[in-house]
């Protein structure tokens, strides 16, 4: 038993060369990685880049608001944090302030302008049937003679003309696409209907069938608003549809490929938003759409779009056509000629890449249930920021100062392998920080560098507890390099324990807390991993050979490891004292 364990001990102490060539490898790739990707500093937070702080509120929907809860409160948080985190904006906050306001901090960057234009966005997509529709301003948009069109009929182009909604690759997409896309449905295409203007007396008018049962007067009362609707006024467009159920009948506005609006009576939705499996914006280069938002429905969805464009496909435009609503916009109006039963759905148009991805990231994380705006918006200046972090700094330099101080004082020689780890430490926490910005979206706020601070501290102690347990085995009269490999097993089992004690704080913490404390946690648990790499791979290889010359080996007086300063009594051993006999009497 003894001999193979000398036997590892020697390989263990003669090959220290392969850990640190590993580290060193480790280190080169992270650092290449880092400049090759261009990302050489860490992302800052709110607190140090500055950033935009908004104010949401909730607002009630008619007869609805006891809908304002801690439970919807708590779900509209967490949509708002995916979405801006799907935008890849780092170190957003996004947390209630009483009963009915959200707070939402956003980091100056690159995406933080898409962030604050989706972060309180309803996003409720409802698929309603199109009762009757004119361009606003008196324009009817009436029927094409047959009431269908043919998918080989050229665009008009009149303002009126409509995308059809066919079955895959029965017709090419000719029309021009609206301003916000037209949709498709099981990889279906576009393709534009003839339409001829007409006198306002031939618009359709809404079926009795078609208005949801609402009644003579609610009609009536309808058709006098749609006749005063103006769509051409932001004011008047942002209140239309205001407090109205997706079970009611609903005026809407949008805007056709000419770029002019165009207003609507749609019936009661037929498929919502809940009914889109996912959503991804995808570039269609086969059909030549461009950039579109490809949309899967569930089961139940599916079924219920097979059963609204069968209906919609016995009528007569305007109402053969489906409209899509998204947050009270129609972004686009198709006509059906038959059921589509596939399941699937595109919408395409003058979609860019940015565009199509906000649009994908709303759907894709669900609408918020609650209806907000915006209470208020200010800019956050990184100026008091700067100031705590150069504090902060300050104080983290002063207090390596004096680590460093007593290391050189207490250690001697042996500081030098401390230092060289510390350096060896900070460097890949550095790397790691900036790479982890991109990647996940990590982001240096006031907490993570106190974080960083605070893992000078437990470095240090995991040196220590190592040197300690190789003076203490020459103490017992034991030379330097077997002292060296009897110290380590000890030494490990406490630096592992007192480490993973460390991880485990810092994880609970992350997990328990939200915002700005996250990022001290995720700092303090990397650094404790990074920790343990770097003294398993980096310290005990480096004093292995350090022990190997004569400066420590022999026990110089500024090595840290002198016998006579360190109280071992000579001569010096190199393996154990021989076991006391057993037999008295041999004693």
């Not at 100056?108 to 009762?131: D, I």
């Not at 404390?517 to 003294?535: N, P, Y």
Request: hydrophobic share 40%.
């Amino acid at each position: 038993m003894a001999t193979p364990k000398k036997g590892r001990n020697a390989s263990a102490q003669s090959k220290p060369g392969r850990s640190l060539a590993l580290i060193l490898i480790a280190l080169v790739a992270l650092a290449g990685g880092m400049f090759a990707s261009g990302h050489t500093k860490p992302r800052l937070g709110i607190d140090l880049a500055g950033g935009t702080s908004i104010t949401l509120q909730a607002v009630p929907e008619a007869g609805n608001e006891a809908a304002i809860n801690k439970t919807n409160m708590d779900t509209a948080v967490s949509i708002m944090e995916r979405r801006v985190n799907g935008l890849g904006v780092s170190e957003s906050e996004v947390q209630t302030q009483g009963n009915k306001n959200i707070i939402v901090n956003i980091p100056k960057g690159t995406n933080s302008e898409q962030a604050r234009k989706q972060v309180g966005t309803t996003a409720k997509l409802y698929f309603r049937p199109v009762l009757t529709t004119e361009v606003s301003g008196g324009k009817t948009a009436s029927p094409s003679p047959s009431g269908t069109g043919s998918p080989s009929d050229k665009p008009s182009g009149k303002a009126t003309d409509k995308p059809e909604a066919t079955e895959k690759n029965s017709a090419s997409p000719s029309a021009s696409p609206t301003t916000q896309g037209r949709a498709v449905t099981d990889a279906l295409q576009a393709d534009a209907t003839p339409s001829a203007s007409a006198p306002d007396k031939a618009k359709a008018s809404p079926s009795p069938s078609a208005t949801g049962g609402a009644s003579g007067d609610d009609q009536s009362k309808l058709q006098a608003q749609y006749a005063a609707l103006d769509c051409t006024n932001e004011k008047t467009r942002a209140k239309v549809g205001d407090g109205v159920k997706s079970s009611d009948l609903t005026l809407a506005c949008g805007q056709n490929s000419q770029g002019q609006w165009q207003k609507y009576i749609l019936g009661p939705a037929a498929v919502d938003g809940t009914d889109v499996d996912k959503a991804q914006a995808t570039l269609n280069t086969q059909t030549g759409a461009g950039w579109t938002v490809q949309m899967d429905f569930t089961d139940g969805g599916a079924k219920k779009f097979a059963d609204i464009t069968g209906k919609l496909a016995k009528n007569q435009s305007p109402q053969n056509q489906f409209a899509i609503v998204l947050d009270g916009d129609v972004v686009s109006d198709p006509y059906v000629r038959q059921a589509l039963t596939g399941g699937n759905a595109e919408i395409s148009g003058n979609f860019n890449q940015q565009s199509a991805q906000d649009l994908s990231n709303m759907l894709s994380y669900g609408a918020l249930p609650l209806t907000f705006k915006e209470d208020s918006v200010s800019t956050v200046t990184a100026a008091l920021g700067g100031d705590q972090l150069k504090a902060g700094l300050i104080a983290g330099a002063i207090g390596l100062a004096l680590v460093v101080i007593y290391l050189l004082a207490y250690y001697r020689g042996l500081s030098f392998i401390a230092i060289l780890s510390l350096l060896v430490s900070a460097a890949l926490t550095y790397t790691l920080m900036a790479l982890l910005g991109p990647a996940i979206g990590f982001a240096l706020n006031l907490p993570a560098v106190c974080g960083a601070i605070v893992a000078i501290g437990i470095t240090a102690d995991s040196f220590i507890v190592y040197f300690e347990r190789v003076r203490d085995e020459i103490r017992e009269g034991r030379s330097l390099r077997p002292a060296v490999e009897r110290a380590w097993p000890r030494a490990r089992r406490t630096i592992l324990v007192s480490d993973f004690v460390s991880f485990l704080a810092a994880a609970v913490l992350f997990i328990v807390t939200v915002g700005k404390v996250q990022g001290f946690a995720f700092t303090l648990g990397l650094t404790t991993l990074l920790d343990v790499v770097v003294v398993f791979l980096f310290t005990k290889p480096l004093l292995t050979l350090m022990a190997r010359r004569p400066f420590f080996a022999n026990g110089h007086k500024w090595s840290g490891l002198d016998p006579k300063s360190l109280g071992a009594q000579p001569p010096l051993r190199r393996t154990r004292r021989p076991a006391a006999p057993a037999d008295p009497k041999e004693a």
